[in-house]
């Protein structure tokens, strides 16, 4: 069945860049996602890319896609305190099926 | 455009309780979803639906969960009876019917929060 994974926590240096991973199994996706979730809150996209791109950068975010060995990341330049939460990737397939992977823990040192 | 609207948004109950919760999800869009998140994971997708009908329940426990979609629009989610290991936020999101290049953002809910005691 469908699988998303993703490593459960990243440590970075406040400043530095911080590049989250993610891979999953379902050759059908057609968007794939990046959510963040601070402590208590709800969901918010971050930004989405679609499967025929290899990469897709909005201001300190850049997403970047490589379909054969189906791997998602998220860089985030410059990382600040405010970036601290966690990352979830989510992929959606051809049937709308959004599937969600188990979240990174970003924590930032001063 | 108005967003994805849940309630209640806490709700605290004793097992074997049961509750319900309800969803409207953004105007026009034809599939439904609701997520079950457990602190400290990721979103588990409990069931889908397009317009009025299911697309997707395997992970709903229909022993005690159960979902409707009446006239395509609003959702509701029960629990009877509800147990210790149901205390999660329980999110609604909603996509429109066709993917169109651009605009498909998936649209969570502020999600309910469930306590069983």
């Known amino acids: 069945g469908e699988d998303v994974e993703q490593s459960l926590f990243l440590s970075v240096r406040e400043g530095d860049s911080s590049v989250i991973n993610c891979t999953y199994t379902d050759s059908s996706s057609t968007y794939l996602y990046w959510y963040k979730q601070e402590p208590g809150a709800g969901l918010q996209l971050l930004t989405y890319?679609?499967?025929?791109?290899d990469m897709k950068q909005d201001q300190r975010l850049t997403v970047l896609l490589n379909k054969k060995d189906k791997h998602l990341s998220l860089r985030i330049a410059d990382t600040q305190t405010g970036d601290s939460a966690i990352y979830f990737c989510?992929?959606?397939?051809?049937?709308?099926?959004?599937?969600f992977g188990s979240g990174t823990r970003l924590s930032i040192r001063p | 455009e108005a967003g994805v609207a849940q309630s209640p948004r806490y709700k605290i109950i004793e097992k074997r309780q049961s509750v319900a919760f309800w969803c409207n999800p953004i105007?026009?869009?034809?599939?439904l979803y609701w997520y079950q998140q457990i602190l400290g994971q990721g979103p588990k997708l409990l069931i889908q639906f397009q317009n009025n009908g299911v697309v997707d329940d395997s992970q709903l426990p229909k022993d005690r969960f159960s979902a409707e979609r009446l006239k395509g629009v609003d959702s509701t989610l029960k629990i009877q009876p509800a147990k210790l290991e149901d205390s999660a936020v329980y999110l609604c999101?909603?996509?429109?019917?066709?993917?169109?290049?651009?605009?498909?953002?998936?649209?969570f809910g502020a999600g309910s929060r469930l306590t069983v005691l």
């Open positions: 989510a992929e959606i397939s051809s049937a709308s099926k959004i599937i």
């Open positions: 105007s026009g869009h034809a599939t």
């Open positions: 999101a909603s996509l429109p019917a066709r993917l169109i290049s651009g605009a498909n953002v998936l649209t």
């Open positions: 890319i679609f499967s025929n791109m």
